[in-house]
């Protein structure tokens, strides 16, 4: 007897598949109500997923409990790989999924990460597509990282997808403006922490975030997933989005996907006012490169007291220091030198290891660096180096000094 046909353009069968899987400890109302709601979203993110002639390779992010999995598996032609996060701190999470209606079985791995704060475990360049729904509005702290990541991993045109609920959905306006509670109920007994949505966005601030990060828009759209829950609901849409947004421009529909493409440009941590408090930021200090390069991947690396981005010779971008200026870097190989191109000051650079306050000094040099061009000043790391101790180096001046990049060998 051969399993029943399924299409993605079958609701129906798409859900009899879906609710046809057993693993140890499922609840059958559980499962239902989430196949139930989520369904219409599943198929939506399915759309945007492009399927490659050639095998490609795929990374989802947020697995748990696989129903994109099963249908990328099914639908999509990809080896995927599967991420999760345990708050039990475990390396990898696993769990078999059998459907005997359909002769299926499959053991689904997991590697466990924390995708705002951990570097990925994969190397550069390995994936060709990236598939991110309904995490980043559970993220508490960084989505930079998380973005800074999945484009260290994904090849040179490779695509990210995402998916996320729209922050000026019309139903969440309606509920304000009728004086009911637009946040989450919380979230007792849920097997993750973090699972309440800790920051949602609007189409306009997901995309600006994309593209100034150094990725390309392909197709972003605001979908109304759900039907209105009455026909007042259904009228309040319609006057959002086909009177209120001519005059706005913005988007009201209840979900936001988007597909972003890497292209050959480098990454950029890029940390625009409307998502970050720019006074909080000034304390945020992740060294996690060996190079940077000012205008591009500065702000984890450097510490308080920089002027904002400016323009100099040469159209460069740059920041002046004041009178010290710090920038650490973190270099997880040998390093027998630091460099750091300067324009317009004079002092001292010096290289540091701190050591939690047991100062170690790895070198240092006088500079007198002139206005108007860039000069590079070469600072020599003494045998006391160590790799992946991040690297301090200090910019003693007179007056300050501008900086366009450090780089070590």
């Known amino acids: 007897m051969h399993p029943p046909e399924v299409s993605e353009r079958d609701p129906e069968s798409l859900a009899r598949y879906l609710l046809s899987f057993r693993w140890p400890f499922r609840n059958e109302e559980v499962h239902h109500i989430l196949v139930q709601g989520g369904l219409p979203l599943w198929r939506q993110f399915l759309r945007f997923v492009p399927n490659p002639k050639a095998r490609g390779r795929a990374l989802e992010l947020g697995s748990p409990p696989f129903h994109i999995t099963l249908l990328l598996q099914r639908f999509r032609n990809y080896d995927l790989s599967l991420t999760g996060y345990a708050a039990d701190g475990r390396p990898e999470m696993r769990q078999v999924l059998e459907s005997p209606e359909f002769g299926e079985r499959h053991e689904f791995v997991c590697t466990c990460f924390n995708a705002e704060a951990d570097p990925f475990p994969y190397p550069d360049d390995t994936f060709d597509l990236v598939t991110?729904?309904?995490?980043?509005?559970?993220?508490?702290?960084?989505?930079?990282?998380t973005l800074a990541e999945i484009h260290r991993v994904l090849k040179p045109g490779g695509r990210?997808?995402?998916?996320?609920?729209?922050?000026?959905?019309?139903?969440?306006?309606?509920?304000?403006?009728?004086?009911?509670?637009?946040?989450?109920?919380?979230?007792?007994?849920?097997?993750?922490?973090?699972s309440r949505h800790s920051r949602e966005y609007t189409l306009a601030e997901l995309t600006a975030l994309l593209e100034g990060c150094g990725y390309t828009i392909e197709r972003a759209a605001d979908i109304d997933i759900y039907p209105p829950a009455s026909r007042n609901r259904r009228a309040f849409r319609w006057l959002l989005n086909n009177v209120v947004?001519?005059?706005?421009?913005?988007?009201?529909?209840?979900?936001?996907?988007?597909?972003?493409?890497?292209?050959?440009a480098p990454f950029r941590w890029y940390f625009p006012?409307?998502?970050f408090d720019q006074g909080h930021l000034a304390f945020y200090l992740a060294p996690r490169d060996d190079a940077v390069t000012f205008g591009r991947n500065e702000i984890p690396h450097i510490a308080m007291?920089?002027?904002?981005?400016?323009?100099?010779?040469?159209?460069?971008?740059?920041?002046?220091?004041?009178?010290?200026?710090?920038?650490?870097?973190?270099?997880?190989?040998?390093?027998?030198?630091?460099?750091?191109?300067?324009?317009?000051?004079?002092?001292?650079?010096?290289?540091?290891?701190?050591?939690?306050?047991?100062?170690v000094l790895l070198g240092s040099v006088r500079f007198d660096a002139p206005e108007g061009a860039w000069t590079d000043v070469t600072i020599p790391l003494s045998a006391d180096f160590e790799p992946g101790n991040p690297l301090h180096i200090r910019?003693?001046?007179?007056?300050?000094?501008?900086?366009?990049?450090?780089t070590t060998t």
């Open 132 to 145: 991110w729904s309904e995490v980043i509005e559970h993220l508490t702290e960084n989505p930079v990282h």
């Open 160 to 194: 990210l997808v995402i998916s996320t609920p729209n922050a000026s959905r019309a139903d969440s306006i309606a509920n304000f403006l009728v004086g009911r509670n637009i946040y989450d109920p919380y979230h007792l007994g849920a097997p993750l922490k973090g």
């Open 245 to 264: 947004a001519r005059f706005t421009g913005r988007h009201y529909r209840y979900h936001l996907f988007v597909r972003a493409r890497k292209t050959e």
């Open 273 to 275: 006012a409307a998502l």
């Open 305 to 359: 007291g920089w002027s904002d981005l400016r323009t100099g010779p040469g159209g460069v971008p740059y920041r002046r220091s004041a009178q010290v200026g710090d920038i650490y870097l973190l270099a997880r190989e040998p390093r027998s030198s630091a460099t750091v191109t300067l324009a317009g000051g004079r002092g001292e650079a010096q290289a540091w290891h701190d050591n939690g306050g047991n100062l």
């Open 395 to 406: 910019l003693d001046t007179e007056n300050g000094v501008d900086v366009c990049r450090v």
